[in-house]
C-alpha cells in the first residue's frame, strides 16, 4: 500500500524506510530469541499452504464463518419466518459489503495510504485463510474478524452515501 497509496514522495519514503527498518530489527530479536525455551507452544507447528483436498473444507469454511459473524446464516429456516427474513436481509448486507470492498480495489491508487492499507487488510485475510492449514473449525472463524472490522472503517471512510441509502444501511444495523 505504500507504493500505490496517493501520497507524496516524502511521506512514501519515510513510511517504506520505517517498515524496512521494522523488519530488520523483527529479524534481529527472532535471532536473539529463536531458542526452544524461549518461545515454545506446543501442538503449534509452522503454518503451511493448505492441501488440494483440504482446500474446499476450507472454503467451506470461509463461507461459513462470515454467515456466522454476519449472523446471516439464513440455511434451514422458513423463509416466511422473521427469522428467515432477517437472515436473509443480513445476507444481503454480507454480499453488499463485499461487493463495496472489492469494488474498491479498481480505483486504490486514489486513495490515501491509510486508507490503501485499510482495503489491503481488510481483504488479505481472506486468501490468507481459505489457503492456510490453519482453519479447523467454526471456532477458527475468529481469523476473519480483521476483514469486518477494517472494511467497516475502510467503507466508513470513503464511502459517499445518499440519503436514501443511509436510511437502508441504518435499518440493516438495527436489524442486525
Avoid: Q
Avoid at 505504500?2 to 501520497?7: L, T, V
Avoid at 482446500?55 to 423463509?79: E, R
Avoid at 492449514?133 to 481469523?143: A, L, N, S
Amino acid at each position: 500500500s505504500c507504493f500505490i497509496a496517493n501520497e507524496n514522495a516524502k511521506d512514501k519514503f519515510v513510511i517504506f524506510s520505517s517498515l524496512v527498518f521494522s523488519y530488520f530489527l523483527f529479524k534481529l530479536i527472532l535471532h536473539f530469541t529463536n531458542s526452544a525455551d524461549f518461545f515454545y507452544l506446543p501442538g503449534v507447528g509452522s503454518p503451511t499452504f493448505v492441501s488440494y483436498d483440504k482446500l474446499t473444507f476450507n472454503i467451506s469454511l470461509l463461507f461459513k464463518g462470515l454467515l456466522i459473524l454476519f449472523n446471516a446464516d439464513f440455511f434451514s429456516k422458513i423463509i416466511s419466518s422473521p427469522e428467515g427474513i432477517f437472515s436473509s436481509l443480513k445476507f444481503t448486507s454480507l454480499v453488499i459489503f463485499f461487493i463495496l470492498l472489492i469494488s474498491s480495489l479498481i480505483k486504490i491508487r486514489k486513495f490515501s495510504l491509510v486508507d490503501a492499507a485499510l482495503l489491503i487488510a481488510s481483504l488479505i485475510m481472506i486468501p490468507a485463510y481459505a489457503l492456510s492449514d490453519k482453519p479447523v473449525d467454526e471456532g477458527t472463524t475468529r481469523y476473519l474478524i480483521p476483514v469486518i472490522i477494517f472494511g467497516s472503517i475502510f467503507l466508513c471512510r470513503n464511502a459517499n452515501v445518499p440519503k436514501i441509502s443511509n436510511i437502508v444501511l441504518w435499518f440493516f444495523s438495527i436489524s442486525i
